[in-house]
């Protein structure tokens, strides 16, 4: 495997300039805590490494994938009909692209991770071939299912089943300050920042017209608004979290996430031909739409300034799944990947068929091959190394104030 002589640092920060600097700061301190983090934080050097000489492309049918599929951007939501459900959870980088893109980096990610989960690479490597087996044995089926706390098995269904007695209103506090029937959120440098007095005009009058165009627009009288902090990659755009009436105080609350779309890191890469979609809000919404069997609830595109936003409700970060909580019971971690396994592959077939995807019959004879898993396992394993050195590369620029 050939990878491009590159600067990692400089690579780096080419690709964050423009950011907010106070969170662009905590994505460079998170991304040098490990490994994983970094990896998590710089899809865009996993594409500019590509998998063009592997052959894997020319053997893999092309989907609407995720494009950052690693094991934590799996998580539970609401969806529209305000039931739960686990599923992939991120798609700001979705695109056109190879199959294999979309699971070479998930590999890449159990493996790289390894440490961080506590695990000796011969379970890792373990781990990447229940994902594929269940993967192609789910495509085999050429039926696309889901997963709600009903359907649900070991780690997602003790997941699942603590939601269920958790307090909206629990939530709604833990996250502001002040009066009961007008509170403000809490500004406490881990999840939210002051947002700037224009920004608010900005953000408010934005959510008034979209409001507007809502059954009932008093639900979403905005009572305040913050800089949001969250995820690893996206840290630094410009990212909003807002509180609106609902139902009223204080279990009628409910915060929003509202995050600027630029654009897709694969594009650059990719060889397929993408539609043309209205904005990249749209291009998020309509694929992450096309994956899922229930979308989020609020799933929207805004506009502020002639730049595209997603928005969409905003769920506790503690609904998404801890994988180091295996307790040193290793079949709770296969039995895991084998449903992320599902997951991929049933949105694979979900969506399958639109717009230069994969027809249901090119899945299904996919998943009856043999050729491509231990290719893509092999890729992986050598990629992880490759990881590794970038993220030794840019741990010592951080300790030496290079990315100040």
Same mark, same amino acid.
């Given at each position: 495997?050939?990878?491009?002589?590159?600067?990692?640092?400089?690579?780096? %920060?080419?690709?964050?300039?423009?950011?907010?600097?106070?969170?662009?700061?905590?994505?460079?301190?998170?991304?040098?805590?490990?490994?994983?983090?970094?990896?998590?934080?710089?899809?865009?050097?996993?594409?500019?490494?590509?998998?063009?000489?592997?052959?894997?492309?020319?053997?893999?049918?092309?989907?609407?994938?995720?494009?950052?599929?690693?094991?934590?951007?799996?998580?539970?939501?609401?969806?529209?009909?305000?039931?739960?459900?686990?599923?992939?959870?991120?798609?700001?980088?979705?695109?056109?692209?190879?199959?294999?893109?979309?699971?070479?980096?998930?590999?890449?990610?159990?493996?790289?991770? &390894?440490?961080?989960?506590?695990?000796? %690479?011969?379970?890792?490597?373990?781990?990447?071939?229940?994902?594929?087996?269940?993967?192609? &044995?789910?495509?085999? @089926?050429?039926?696309?299912?889901?997963?709600?706390?009903?359907?649900?098995?070991?780690?997602?269904?003790?997941?699942?089943?603590?939601?269920?007695?958790?307090?909206?209103?629990?939530?709604?506090?833990?996250?502001?300050?002040?009066?009961?029937?007008?509170?403000?959120?809490?500004?406490?440098?881990?999840?939210?920042?002051?947002?700037?007095?224009?920004?608010?005009?900005?953000?408010?009058?934005?959510?008034?017209?979209?409001?507007?165009?809502?059954?009932?627009?008093?639900?979403?009288?905005?009572?305040?608004?913050?800089?949001?902090?969250?995820?690893?990659?996206?840290?630094?755009?410009?990212?909003?979290?807002?509180?609106?009436?609902?139902?009223?105080?204080?279990?009628?609350?409910?915060?929003?996430?509202?995050?600027? %779309?630029?654009? #897709?890191?694969?594009?650059?890469?990719?060889?397929?031909?993408?539609?043309? *979609?209205? #904005?990249?809000?749209?291009?998020?919404?309509?694929?992450?739409?096309?994956?899922? &069997?229930?979308?989020?609830?609020?799933?929207?595109?805004?506009?502020?300034?002639?730049?595209?936003?997603?928005?969409?409700?905003?769920?506790?970060?503690?609904?998404?799944?801890?994988?180091?909580?295996?307790?040193?019971?290793?079949?709770?971690?296969?039995?895991?990947?084998?449903?992320?396994?599902?997951?991929?592959?049933?949105?694979?077939?979900? #969506?399958?068929?639109?717009?230069? #995807?994969?027809?249901?019959?090119?899945?299904?004879?996919?998943?009856?091959?043999?050729? *491509?898993?231990?290719?893509?396992?092999?890729?992986?394993? @050598?990629?992880? %190394?490759?990881?590794?050195?970038?993220?030794?590369?840019?741990? @010592?620029?951080?300790?030496?104030?290079?990315?100040?």
């Amino acid at each position: 495997m050939r990878h491009r002589n590159r600067d990692v640092v400089a690579t780096i %920060q080419a690709y964050n300039r423009g950011r907010d600097a106070e969170r662009l700061r905590l994505k460079y301190r998170a991304m040098r805590r490990d490994a994983f983090t970094f990896l998590r934080g710089s899809c865009h050097l996993f594409y500019q490494d590509g998998l063009s000489g592997t052959g894997l492309d020319e053997k893999s049918p092309c989907a609407w994938i995720c494009g950052d599929l690693h094991f934590e951007n799996f998580g539970s939501y609401k969806g529209d009909n305000r039931l739960t459900y686990f599923d992939i959870n991120d798609f700001d980088e979705a695109a056109l692209a190879p199959c294999s893109w979309e699971l070479a980096r998930f590999l890449s990610s159990v493996l790289v991770g &390894a440490e961080t989960l506590g695990l000796r %690479q011969l379970q890792a490597r373990d781990l990447c071939a229940r994902f594929l087996d269940a993967y192609a &044995a789910a495509l085999r @089926e050429g039926k696309p299912r889901w997963i709600e706390r009903a359907t649900s098995t070991g780690m997602v269904k003790d997941l699942l089943k603590s939601l269920k007695h958790r307090s909206h209103g629990d939530f709604i506090r833990s996250r502001t300050v002040g009066r009961h029937h007008r509170p403000s959120l809490a500004l406490d440098g881990r999840r939210a920042l002051a947002a700037s007095p224009d920004d608010r005009v900005r953000v408010i009058r934005t959510m008034e017209r979209w409001a507007m165009r809502q059954d009932d627009p008093r639900t979403f009288e905005v009572l305040d608004v913050a800089r949001r902090i969250a995820g690893t990659g996206s840290l630094g755009l410009e990212r909003y979290v807002i509180l609106v009436r609902g139902a009223g105080a204080p279990n009628g609350f409910f915060l929003l996430d509202l995050k600027h %779309q630029p654009g #897709s890191v694969l594009i650059p890469f990719v060889k397929q031909q993408q539609p043309a *979609w209205p #904005s990249e809000a749209d291009r998020v919404i309509a694929i992450q739409r096309r994956a899922q &069997a229930v979308a989020p609830a609020f799933l929207s595109m805004l506009e502020i300034d002639g730049r595209s936003f997603v928005l969409k409700e905003l769920m506790p970060t503690q609904d998404r799944l801890s994988l180091e909580h295996w307790h040193g019971k290793f079949r709770r971690l296969e039995k895991l990947m084998r449903t992320m396994g599902e997951l991929v592959a049933w949105s694979h077939l979900r #969506s399958g068929g639109r717009q230069g #995807s994969a027809i249901a019959d090119q899945w299904i004879e996919f998943g009856s091959r043999s050729d *491509w898993q231990r290719p893509l396992c092999d890729y992986a394993v @050598e990629y992880s %190394q490759q990881v590794l050195g970038d993220w030794r590369q840019f741990a @010592e620029a951080f300790d030496h104030g290079h990315l100040a």
